[in-house]
Structures are given as C-alpha cells and as structure tokens.
C-alpha cells in the first residue's frame, strides 16, 4: 500500500515568489493534516481537512497562506507571497479519522522549503 | 494549552548500550500519547503509542508507559543497535485529534 505522497521533496525560491507543495494521502483516509517543522523543532500543525472540510486552520497564516481539498482527497498547501521565515520542511499526514479515534497519523516525507 | 517537553539531544550511546529518552506534558483530560521516529531523509513513523493511564505502548524492543501520576512517557530500549540512530519525537492527542509534538531528540548509536 502506498503511503502519503508529497511533491516536490525539495523547493529553492526568491522571497516575494508563490510556491505551492501537493499532498495525496493514504487511499481511504478521510483526515488530512498539513504541518509546519523548522529545524530542530517538532511539527506544528497548520491545518486539518475532514473530507474537504478545513475543520482546524486556527495556526494557519491566512495572510499569505491557503490551502484547498476540493475532492477530499488530495491538497495544495500554497505560500503567497514567500518570506525568509517561511524556509522549513511541509509535512502532509493522513489518518482513518471519524470513529478511529486512537489510529496513528501516517506522515509524507515532507517538502523541505528554502527561501533565499 | 497542552504541551510535550522532552530531553534535548543529540544523545550518544554505543551500540548495545541502554537507551533512555524523557518526556513529560502538560494538557487537559485524558491524552493519548505517542512516540514517533524519524529516520533520516524519511517521514515521520508512528513507532508506539499509548492511550490511557498505565498502558504500555512497544514496538521494535522500544517500550513507553503512561504516567498519569507523573505526566510522562519515556521511551526505554535494552540494547540499541546503529540503525536506531534517528530523531525521536514524543507527542500527545487531545480533543480535536489535534497532535502536540515535542521538539525532538536526535540519538546516535556507534558501533
């Protein structure tokens, strides 16, 4: 079974630039999280779908940033326009959500962000 | 708020060697909690968990168990081997099925 997929694994851009990264979780996930890891730091999380509901984007930066999952499936996390501080690792994750409550959260590998 | 402290590394050991990593929190109710690897250049894996008051959460040879009494969950192995080297990060879930994650502690074992 594939896990969660993410692209690009690795992004360079200009500050002022958009960028934007895609997400596709574990077929039959319904729960999608976007989280935010700066170097040397846990995870932070940005936002979490239900289906292609966003039910929790309180730590979302909703000045420069968006995200959409129109289908419920797969997500774009999109950053406009980039700051220095931005530069960080975008990691996706997916979970059974609804009644599995106690199931783990399976994580993407990440895109690593750099903003020069 | 909820929050997961746990020990800063980098922790070195030696191949074969007792493996101890600390981790309290702070929350509301009644968490679950978990230990999560990452390896480098992967993902983050869920490698135990634990999901009430004196559960014992394994996996690998890593065992964890949940301290109500003392807010923690440290994570213990008998007998590391190199490819443990990782980041380890502690993490807890409350209402909302929102996780919390610690900053992390990179272990390096050395044959």
């Known amino acids: 079974e594939a896990g969660v997929v993410q692209s690009p694994r690795y992004k360079i851009i200009e500050k002022k630039q958009p960028v934007a990264f895609w997400c596709n979780p574990i077929s039959g996930h319904n729960t999608l999280y976007w989280y935010l890891q700066n170097l040397g730091q846990g995870p932070e999380l940005l936002i979490r779908?239900?289906?292609?509901?966003?039910?929790?984007d309180s730590q979302l930066p909703k000045d420069r940033f968006s995200a959409e999952r129109l289908k419920g499936v797969d997500s774009t996390l999109k950053i406009q326009p980039a700051e220095l501080g931005d530069s960080a690792v975008y990691l996706c994750?997916?979970?059974?959500?609804?009644?599995?409550?106690?199931?783990?959260?399976?994580f993407g590998p990440g895109t690593r962000l750099t903003v020069l | 708020g909820n929050s997961v402290t746990q020990m800063e590394g980098p922790v070195t050991l030696s191949e074969e060697a007792f493996l101890t990593i600390n981790c309290t929190y702070t929350?509301?109710?009644?968490?679950?909690l978990f230990w999560y690897v990452q390896y480098p250049g992967e993902g983050l894996q869920l490698l135990l968990k634990a999901t009430k008051a004196d559960d014992k959460g394994s996996n690998k040879g890593f065992e964890a168990t949940y301290r109500k009494e003392t807010t923690s969950f440290h994570l213990e192995k008998g007998s590391v081997q190199v490819s443990d080297s990782a980041v380890y990060f502690c993490?807890?879930?409350?209402?909302?099925?929102?996780?919390?994650f610690g900053g992390g502690t990179r272990v390096l074992v050395k044959p």
């Open positions: 779908y239900e289906n292609e509901e966003a039910v929790d």
């Open positions: 994750a997916s979970s059974l959500g609804g009644a599995d409550r106690e199931g783990g959260q399976f």
């Open positions: 993490a807890l879930r409350a209402a909302g099925n929102k996780l919390t």
């Open positions: 929350a509301t109710g009644y968490p679950s």
